[in-house]
């Protein structure tokens, strides 16, 4: 579990760079840039709802070693 925690933390930090970014655009008033940066912040609340989905269902898991089995196959089909 700690390390899908240490996934949630990163991708937290990916999406306040790509804020960062987007608020220098802002400033500077580039809007080509605006929209690139849109396309993803769109993907990191993707990527942070994902990511905090599986610390989530981890967590009501626990130590339970056939609950761990099932949401590995669920995790295995995803198709995204």
């Known amino acids: 579990m700690n390390l899908f925690k240490k996934v949630l933390e990163h991708e937290k930090y990916v999406t306040s760079r790509i804020y ?15 929209s690139c940066l849109k396309w993803f912040i769109d993907e990191q609340v993707e990527e942070e709802a994902n990511a905090s989905e599986i610390v989530e269902k981890l967590e009501m898991i626990g130590d339970n070693i056939s609950g ?11 198709k995204d």
């Open 68 to 78: 761990l089995f099932y949401l590995d196959g669920q995790l295995g089909a995803r």
């Open 20 to 34: 960062d970014m987007y608020e220098v655009a802002l400033k500077e008033k580039d809007y080509a840039a605006q």
